[in-house]
């Protein structure tokens, strides 16, 4: 399965780049900063595609999502 290949070497990918480059003995601000926008663009990106995967797996529910998203778009008054 391609996806599951995919999403293997996407995690590999992830270790690797978790793990710490030499002693962390003194914690950086600025270093912890980075790690936080690290760790909240990796949640981002995995919410944006369980997002994705619900919406290919629960059409019905999408579609009625998308709607319901319309009429609000439309019934907003600038």
């Known amino acids: 399965m ?3 290949e995919q ?5 590999a990918g ?6 710490p480059d030499g002693p962390d003995d003194v ?5 912890s900063e980075a790690a936080r926008r690290r760790r ?5 990106r995995e919410l ?3 997002k994705q995967l ?10 009625a999502a998308r709607m ?5 778009m439309r019934t907003f008054r600038w």
């Open 2 to 4: 391609p996806d599951g």
């Open 7 to 11: 999403r293997n070497q996407r995690q």
């Open 14 to 19: 992830r270790d690797a780049r978790d793990l």
């Open 27 to 31: 914690p950086d601000a600025q270093e």
């Open 40 to 44: 909240r663009a990796q949640f981002l």
């Open 48 to 50: 944006h595609e369980a």
């Open 54 to 63: 619900r919406d290919r797996v629960q059409p019905r529910r999408a579609r």
């Open 68 to 72: 319901r998203q319309q009429m609000r």
